[in-house]
Every structure is written in structure tokens, then in C-alpha cells.
């Protein structure tokens, strides 16, 4: 089966402009996440998708393969269709966001090999527990999940509800950005229209349930640190720096 990993980077960001070429630790954003997907052993290409000719250009620089879309797209997932087009080989598709430079390649294999697994598998993706401190942070997306580990709900709300106490090890999930498509599925999803829940929410992920499709999730206890303002990039700064102590 041949995987292709595509890595979305859009130039614009409200709280950090220009947020794919942060530096961390002496190289770009873009560069720590390339580097850090190209470790996974079961995919055979890595891409950025961009609409920014500076992040094109910064990914050719480094060695990197990069392909330019369309600026006006909606969503990351239509971002991710135009460029898995290009792509005619690959069958699967690895989303694996612009800002996780610390995500860890053995996730993305474990993706991969869910599609051996599960043979009529569409699309998957990934949860770890949810820390306390984030259960009011709608930030934090949380997943419910069935007794098949498959997606129930996505949303920026605490679910389950705990009206009684969480039970030992038994915790809500939190959902982490990274997916896996059937590239025909991906392909499909980027044509459906917006559904209601998608929209309140404003979780792309929830148009494939509101469709009546299944999202396998892979549980893992790794912790990552996406970054979304500038105390985030402070916090990746410091683990590069001082080499994850």
C-alpha cells in the first residue's frame, strides 16, 4: 500500500502571522515537522501543501518536496484533496498538521498500519487522555469513542458530561489533529458541503459523522504541543533547547 504524508502550511495565522516559519531552535516550523514525519518508516512521500511561496520556497531550501494550492480554500481538508491529486500513486493519505513539529513518527506508523488491519477502513485518527487543566479548553477538542474505538462526537465542549466523577484510567480523550484517509474517501469527503454541527463546532472532522461515515481512532499516551499562540512556541522553543528535558 503506498502512504503519502501531507503536511498543510497556510502563511496567514491570526495569533501568529507567518507561523510556518517560526523559528525553533535555529530552523523553521515547517523544517521540525518535515523532518520529524520524514521518520516514519511506512510512508514513501512527504509533502508540504502550502499557498505561500516564502514556505515553498523554505521547504525546497531544506531538501524538502513542497507543492503549491489554491489560496482561497475553505478548509485544510480541501487544501490536503488539491494536493493529494498530484500524488496519482498514493492510496492513503497522512494529514499531519503544519504546527506539530513534535509529533511522533511511530503515530503516523501505527496510522498506517490500522489500513492493513482493518481492510474496509475509510479514515482514522488519533486520541490521548485529556488533562484536567484542559477539560474547559475549548481548545482542546475532545472525542467520545465507542466500544470499537471508533469516533462518537468531536467537540470543544467537556463530553461525557461528568455528572459523576471520571473513573481511574476511564478519563475523557482528547482529540489530536492528525488523520488518515483512504485517498478516494478524502477525496469525496472535500466535496460535501458544510453540515450543522461542522459548522457550530467549527470541527471539519464532524461533517464525515454527520455523512454517516466511521472514524477509527488510534488511543495513544504520548503528549503533544500543537502550536497555536506564542506561548506555545515558547514552550517547543524551550523542549529543542534544552532536548526535551
Known sequence: MNFICIIP???????????PLADIAGKPMIQRVYE???????????VVATDSPKVYDTVIQFGGQAVMTREDHATGTDRIAEAAEHFPQAQVVINVQGDEPLIAPEIIDELCRAFFTYEDLQMATVAAPLAPDEYED?????VVLNCRNEAMYFSRSLIPYPRHAFAAGR??????GIYAYKKDFLLQYATLPQTPAEQAESLEQLRVLENGYT???IRTDKRFIGIDTPEDLQRVQAYFLHKGE
Open 215 to 217: 472514524i477509527k481512532v
Open 171 to 176: 478519563g475523557p480523550y482528547k482529540h489530536i
Open 9 to 19: 502550511a497556510r502563511y496567514a495565522s491570526t495569533r501568529l502571522p507567518g507561523k
Open 36 to 46: 520529524q514525519v520524514r521518520q516514519a518508516t511506512l510512508i514513501q512521500n512527504a
Open 138 to 142: 475549548p481548545a482542546a477538542v475532545k
